[in-house]
């Protein structure tokens, strides 16, 4: 049969249709959360470096850390060949895994009860509260002592008619006495210090708002003038000024405001 090569060839079109949800799929819908649970990881792990302490941190890092009891030394041997066995009671604590059986985990107890104690003599000997005190007895109302998570605080402010410092940061006989004391109480510990300065705000609005330059330099006044009665200056790990942004009473202009707190850092 012949075949009409002039009929025009038909051309069948078929369109292939993709049934997908939305304009553009739902994979953003995965995408944003997880970029928004990332961000709530990140706010958490930013609010808790700012609400807890050094040691409330490490505890936080330790119970995140791998128990697998692996160990990281270069041999496990029983100390044939100078190494440890890895189930030995003084080796698992050291590894990062934990404490064995046949050892408790007292340790930090034990250190932070003989720092407290440390912390109380050191308290004793200022204040007499053991019978005699370094301080005199009209230096006393300058002095508050607390022992925090941080440290051993002592915290010497002005009284009204008595300051710490004069023409900005121009230390007293009183504060230079304070000073001696503190430096021969500080014998009795070898931890490292912190000292912070705060003051309390000028009662005239000025050009230059001095708060700041005075809380700085009343804390490294103090500094030096530990240094100069023989403390090692290598103790000193941190000044920090506070201006008047730290009040301790509610009268911003009170002389209470006015001190220096001196922290002896726990290790």
């Known amino acids: 049969m012949a075949t009409d090569r002039n009929v025009a060839p038909v051309i069948i079109k078929r369109k292939k249709i993709i049934v997908a949800g939305g304009h553009h799929g739902g994979a953003w819908k995965v995408a944003y959360a997880d970029f928004v649970t990332a961000m709530m ?3 958490m792990l930013m609010w808790l470096l700012n609400a807890t302490t050094e040691k409330q941190r490490k505890g936080i890092a330790d119970y995140f850390s791998p128990t697998a009891p692996i160990s990281r030394l270069s041999s496990g041997s029983d100390g044939l060949f100078m190494g440890d066995s890895v189930f030995a009671a003084d080796v698992l604590p050291r590894m990062g ?15 932070d009860n003989a720092q407290d104690s440390a912390f109380k003599e050191v308290q004793d000997v200022l204040l007499g509260l053991s019978g005699e005190s370094m301080l005199e007895d009209q230096w006393l109302r300058h002095v508050v002592t607390r022992v925090t998570d941080e440290g051993l605080v002592l915290e010497f402010f002005d009284a009204e008619d008595d300051p ?3 023409d900005g940061a121009k230390p007293t006989k009183l504060t230079h006495e304070i000073a001696f004391a503190v430096r021969e109480a500080s014998k009795l510990l070898n931890n490292q210090i912190a000292i912070q300065g705060h003051v309390a705000k000028v009662p ?4 230059n708002d001095p708060a700041w330059d005075w809380s700085a330099d009343r804390a490294f006044a103090f500094s030096e ?32 405001n006015n001190r220096i707190e001196l922290i002896f850092l726990r290790y």
């Open 164 to 166: 710490l410092f004069t």
């Open 204 to 207: 005239v609005v000025q050009i």
């Open 225 to 256: 003038l530990l240094i100069g009665y023989g403390m090692d200056a290598h103790r000193v790990k941190r000044l920090t000024a506070y201006g008047d942004r730290e009040p301790v009473v509610e009268n911003l202009m009170s002389a209470r």
């Open 97 to 111: 895994v934990g404490a064995s059986s046949l050892q408790d985990t007292t340790s930090d107890g034990s250190e």
């Open 41 to 43: 990881a990140f706010f």
